[in-house]
């Protein structure tokens, strides 16, 4: 059976990775990143990336080394509140943003990997978000040109994954892992669990034909965002 499989993070990325290059990367907030790919993304060192993602993770975790390492100058999201270093990159000028709608921006990644170059929606209609695009209307609705999202790589996790690039997400982690892998015109997918032979067909959330290089989490931690109690009842 072919395999997609590599050693590690940092060799599934070799001679893919290069300055300039648009990187999508899955999750939301720390939830179902792929934190093994973005650290051995900012080994490679690479500059000048344009990175698309719903957020940009928090300070010193998620996507959040690679602000700190200098490595990123545009990014595409729909949220960053979490972040003080890119609000305060955004704000002297060092990072430029574009935001997203975060309905736009997965509906760019899916058309993005399906071949759809642009499509029309009316989110962000009399917003800064239409400035520049073109409108039209459609049965008396006014519509935005948004156009689809091909990223140069694209990194994402999974649950679940065999030797051919299939995969399987967990409950919420799901999230925009399958739109960043439909994106990328080289997708690796780091899984959690590695499964001999073939996943069950049926059961199949990203299809193999997405992804073209796969490597088992190394390092399993999983960051949680913000940590939260409360004095339980009756205690």
Request: with cysteine; net charge negative; proline share 4%.
């Amino acid at each position: 059976m072919a395999t997609k499989l590599r050693d590690s993070a940092v060799d599934a990325l070799a001679e893919v990775v290069r300055d300039g290059m648009t990187v999508a990367v899955g999750g939301f907030g720390l939830c179902g990143i792929p934190t093994n790919l973005i650290r051995a993304l900012r080994e490679t060192g690479v500059k000048d990336l344009t990175i698309v993602s719903n957020n940009m993770g928090v300070d010193g975790k998620g996507l959040g080394v690679l602000l700190e390492n200098a490595q990123v100058s545009r990014v595409l999201a729909s949220y960053v509140g979490e972040n003080k270093l890119f609000a305060s990159q955004y704000l002297d000028g060092t990072l430029e943003v574009e935001f997203v709608p975060q309905g736009t921006l997965a509906e760019r990644l899916r058309a993005g990997g399906s071949g759809i170059p642009a499509f029309y929606t009316p989110t962000g209609v009399g917003t800064p978000i239409a400035e520049g695009k073109p409108v039209a209307e459609f049965d008396g609705q006014r519509a935005i040109l948004e156009r689809g999202i091909v990223a140069d790589l694209a990194l994402v996790r999974a649950y679940e994954g065999d030797a051919e690039g299939n995969l399987r997400y967990r409950l919420t982690a799901r999230n925009f892992n399958p739109l960043a892998a439909m994106s990328g015109r080289v997708t690796v997918a780091e899984v959690e669990h590695l499964r001999e032979g073939y996943l069950d067909p049926e059961r199949i959330d990203t299809p193999g034909v997405f992804v073209q290089r796969t490597v088992v989490v190394e390092d399993p931690v999983k960051d949680i965002e913000q940590r939260t109690v409360r004095e339980r009842k009756g205690a």
